[in-house]
């Protein structure tokens, strides 16, 4: 099974500021994924990164509010930029892989 | 639409019982299917995953499997209070991005 480490695994930020999530998988993979879980509610995903390509992003997300880096076939962050209280959530990012595995996910609040 | 569909619950279950928590499918050309546990303020944790129809079973933990009918299940049994929260069911489409349901809140009472 894949472990994947995620960072910060929380932070209470500013509105209007940005903050990037990093996710490291210890093994290579071709996907990874980026979710987000607002309170409540059920994973939704935010978009897919491969690595040396640009990510796919889901209806709903935007690259300019969601940048993502793939740099290698083991590391990918999530940036969530100018930041509002709606965009508080945890942040889940996993592997692709025969199995899904998640990180400990990042639990982010905006004030 | 390809859609995953679980009954939100919440499931009471007395301690030591079965719980059985259902998922269907719309997506018949689907064939992974995974089911995961999140506690609150947790991330969700892999619990089994089914690829064939039928029965796969780990410890006290059931995975079915039925594709003719498009639904996938979990049992577990000697139900523990510890089992208390949210299982999440999510099938892996052609795309290789997971679908998930709305999970099912299970609640094992002592």
């Known amino acids: 099974s894949a472990v994947i480490s995620q960072k910060p695994s929380r932070d209470i930020c500013q509105r209007g500021t940005s903050l990037t999530i990093q996710c490291q998988v210890d093994?290579?993979?071709?996907?990874m994924f980026w979710y987000r879980q607002q309170p409540g509610q059920s994973l939704t995903l935010i978009a897919t990164?491969?690595?040396?390509?640009?990510?796919?992003?889901e209806s709903g997300f935007v690259i300019d509010k969601f940048p993502i880096s793939r740099p290698n076939l083991t590391f990918s962050t999530l940036t969530v930029s100018n930041m509002s209280p709606e965009d508080s959530s945890i942040y889940l990012c996993?592997?692709?892989?025969?199995?899904?595995?998640f990180g400990q996910g990042t639990r982010l609040t905006v004030v | 639409q390809k859609e995953v569909e679980q009954n939100s619950g919440p499931l009471s279950v007395p301690e030591g019982a079965i719980a059985s928590l259902n998922c269907t499918y719309s997506?018949?050309?689907?064939?992974?299917f995974f089911w995961y546990r999140q506690y609150s303020g947790k991330s969700p944790e892999l619990i089994m995953f089914?690829?064939s129809n039928g029965d796969k079973e780990d410890g006290r933990f059931t995975a079915q499997l039925n594709k003719a009918s498009q639904y996938v299940s979990l049992l577990i049994r000697d139900s523990q209070p510890s089992d208390s929260a949210t299982y999440l069911c999510?099938?892996?489409?052609?795309?290789?991005?997971?679908?998930w349901g709305a999970g099912t809140k299970l609640i094992i009472k002592p």
């Open positions: 990164a491969n690595q040396g390509s640009e990510a796919t992003y």
């Open positions: 996993t592997g692709g892989g025969t199995e899904a595995f």
């Open positions: 997506d018949r050309g689907s064939q992974s």
């Open positions: 093994s290579q993979v071709t996907m």
């Open positions: 089914i690829y």
């Open positions: 999510a099938v892996r489409g052609s795309n290789y991005q997971l679908i």
